[in-house]
């Protein structure tokens, strides 16, 4: 397997690369716009930012329903996505100041249940307080040899039967570098005190091997 973070980014832009690769179109900055869907980004409410996603023509429609803005589905300028997509600057002004006149929370109760897809923009503590982030064990406690107590956030990836109970905390400066050099790569202790002479590791006695 050969996985690294550059061909991952790459893989990501998905349609953005697409338009290059196929039509030499450079990408341009929209935000959280979608730069060939609209509308399909956030917008501000009375009191956060909430995320909605019309990426046909049918969910344009339950958007403006639920928005109280069903005749902006038959105005010329909006009735395809690609009028919409034209006249983006318009619709987005109109969509923004529906959005502003109620709270993120007023917002949710009008989309639930509608099968349109929408999301908040959450900040750290709405994230961390989240019941299913909690009920995914996303945030780790452990004991940590000068902070004392540390919360951190969990791995992303579970695996069925291979649950772990305990976790490491997070090392301190230099705390396994006598430990590496010494079991992994075989220096002696000439070779640590040379190195530390140099400055090149912390002056630190090799610790030994965990099982």
Same mark, same amino acid.
């Given at each position: 397997i050969d996985c690294n973070l550059l061909s991952t980014q790459v893989a990501c832009i998905s349609? $953005? #690369? #697409?338009?290059?690769? +196929? &039509?030499a179109q450079e990408a341009r900055r929209?935000?959280?716009?979608? /730069?060939? $869907?609209?509308p399909y980004q956030a917008f501000k409410t009375s009191d956060g930012y909430l995320m909605v996603g019309a990426g046909n023509d049918n969910l344009f429609k339950k958007l403006c329903k639920i928005l109280g803005l069903a005749h902006l589905t038959d105005?010329?300028?909006?009735?395809?996505? /690609?009028?919409?997509?034209?006249?983006?600057?318009?619709?987005?002004?109109?969509? &923004?100041?529906?959005?502003s006149e109620k709270s993120t929370e007023e917002w949710f109760s009008a989309f639930e249940g509608s099968g349109f897809p *929408?999301?908040? $923009?959450?900040? +750290?503590?709405q994230v961390f307080s989240n019941p299913q982030v909690l009920h995914n064990n996303m945030v780790l406690e452990m004991e940590h040899p000068e902070a004392g107590t540390v919360r951190v956030p969990g791995p992303a990836v579970?695996?069925?039967?291979s649950a772990r109970e305990t976790h490491s905390p997070?090392?301190?400066?230099?705390?396994?570098? #006598? /430990?590496?050099?010494?079991?992994?790569?075989? *220096?002696? /202790?000439?070779?640590l005190q040379e190195l530390s002479q140099v400055g090149a590791i912390g002056s630190q006695p090799p610790q030994s091997q965990e099982s």
């Amino acid at each position: 397997i050969d996985c690294n973070l550059l061909s991952t980014q790459v893989a990501c832009i998905s349609h $953005i #690369a #697409a338009n290059y690769l +196929m &039509a030499a179109q450079e990408a341009r900055r929209w935000g959280t716009g979608h /730069e060939s $869907i609209v509308p399909y980004q956030a917008f501000k409410t009375s009191d956060g930012y909430l995320m909605v996603g019309a990426g046909n023509d049918n969910l344009f429609k339950k958007l403006c329903k639920i928005l109280g803005l069903a005749h902006l589905t038959d105005d010329p300028l909006y009735v395809s996505n /690609e009028r919409r997509v034209v006249n983006r600057k318009q619709l987005i002004a109109i969509l &923004a100041q529906r959005f502003s006149e109620k709270s993120t929370e007023e917002w949710f109760s009008a989309f639930e249940g509608s099968g349109f897809p *929408y999301g908040p $923009i959450n900040n +750290m503590q709405q994230v961390f307080s989240n019941p299913q982030v909690l009920h995914n064990n996303m945030v780790l406690e452990m004991e940590h040899p000068e902070a004392g107590t540390v919360r951190v956030p969990g791995p992303a990836v579970k695996y069925t039967g291979s649950a772990r109970e305990t976790h490491s905390p997070p090392p301190t400066l230099g705390q396994h570098t #006598a /430990e590496v050099l010494t079991h992994l790569l075989q *220096y002696n /202790e000439q070779q640590l005190q040379e190195l530390s002479q140099v400055g090149a590791i912390g002056s630190q006695p090799p610790q030994s091997q965990e099982s």
